[in-house]
């Protein structure tokens, strides 16, 4: 993620430096190298340069491997805070999967690396990786007005545009994304996505005082249950009749439960594991299981994620 820091000119152990600057600078290096040895053997050159033109492959920092033409309404200026936004990072992942004859969506059309030989490609990325790994550093960071050839610190800076009088140090920067965020969906379109647990009767086997189980199920989220302050409690929800059930959600409070059993009973006396959690760490948990068919659900502490109880904000049963 994007991260700035003003920095006071000191030097510090860390600072003005990558943990691990010569991976960042081997990869810098790389990706141009790879692009242009993956796709202007098949493009040829002056349909590669167009289209370079058109869609830089890469957004450094500094700008340096940028388009050149003044025309481009994607190029980098340099020094402005890059989060390699405009690239060819698409092409060639797709390219690279579709040369391993893996199903690639909306495809190139072709292959280009290797010229679609997963042999020649393979040639291809040794071939650019090598290089990239010889490449000087002061080659890779060329070097500006503001900052010296091979200084990896200061081409991936921001640095400011004087207003005025008013000036700004250079801030340091990297935003280099591998992941950025993960979006999961605990169910599909047309999902029934009732709470079945909604208001339900609901007992606990110990309750902190002021904090009962009711809470629990009542849809607020701001009101909790919370539980003795040992391992062996459990919160126990009846849903008025047999549901066929494939997950529970569990709302933890700061006091979360690291180790427990989701259990599933037709009469409330005769149990049944339907899921088991032994690495939990809190927030919201969301236990699929295989469909069964039940009354009764109920967690069951093993062990506690804090020296607390277990505290929930809501404890949700789901049939789909
Ligand atoms: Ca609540």
Redesign the pocket.
């Known amino acids: 993620m994007a991260r700035g820091r003003r920095e006071a000119g000191g030097d510090l152990p860390g600072s003005h430096a990558y943990q691990h600057a010569a991976a960042i600078r081997t990869f810098d290096a790389w990706w141009p190298k790879l692009v242009d040895g993956a796709f202007r053997p098949g493009l040829g050159d002056d349909v590669y340069a167009a289209l370079t033109r058109a869609l830089q492959i890469d957004e450094s920092p500094s700008g340096a491997t940028g388009p050149t033409s003044a025309g481009s309404l994607n190029q980098s200026q340099g020094h402005k805070g890059s989060a390699f936004q405009y690239g060819w990072w698409g092409y060639l992942d797709k390219d690279l999967r579709a040369v391993l004859g893996d199903p690639v969506r909306s495809g190139l059309g072709r292959t280009y690396c290797g010229g679609g030989s997963v042999a020649g490609c393979r040639q291809v990325l040794v071939t650019t990786l090598a290089a990239a790994v010889a490449e000087p550093a002061g080659t890779t960071y060329p070097g500006d007005k503001d900052c010296s050839a091979g200084d990896q610190w200061c081409a991936d800076t921001i640095i400011q545009s004087p207003l005025g009088g008013i000036t700004h140090d250079k801030i340091s920067w990297q935003n280099r994304p591998t992941y950025q965020q993960v979006v999961s969906f605990p169910a599909g379109r047309g999902a029934d996505l009732t709470n079945l647990a909604l208001n339900r009767s609901v007992s606990a086997n110990g309750t902190f005082i002021g904090y009962t189980a009711k809470?629990?199920?009542?849809?607020?989220?701001?009101?909790?249950?919370s539980s003795w302050w040992t391992d062996s409690q459990s919160i126990t929800v009846d849903l008025g009749s047999a549901r066929t059930l494939r997950r529970v959600i569990l709302?933890w409070e700061t006091a979360y439960g690291s180790r427990y059993r989701i259990e599933v009973s037709a009469n409330g006396s005769t149990w049944q594991p339907a899921a088991v959690v032994d690495a939990g760490n809190g927030g919201l948990d969301n236990v699929t299981f295989a469909p069964v068919s039940a009354r009764y659900v109920r967690m069951v502490g093993v062990a506690r994620g804090t020296g607390y109880g277990y505290s929930?904000?809501?404890i949700e049963a789901y049939s789909s």
Not at 215 to 225: F, L
């Open positions: 809470a629990a199920v009542d849809g607020d989220p701001t009101t909790r249950w709302r929930l904000w809501e």
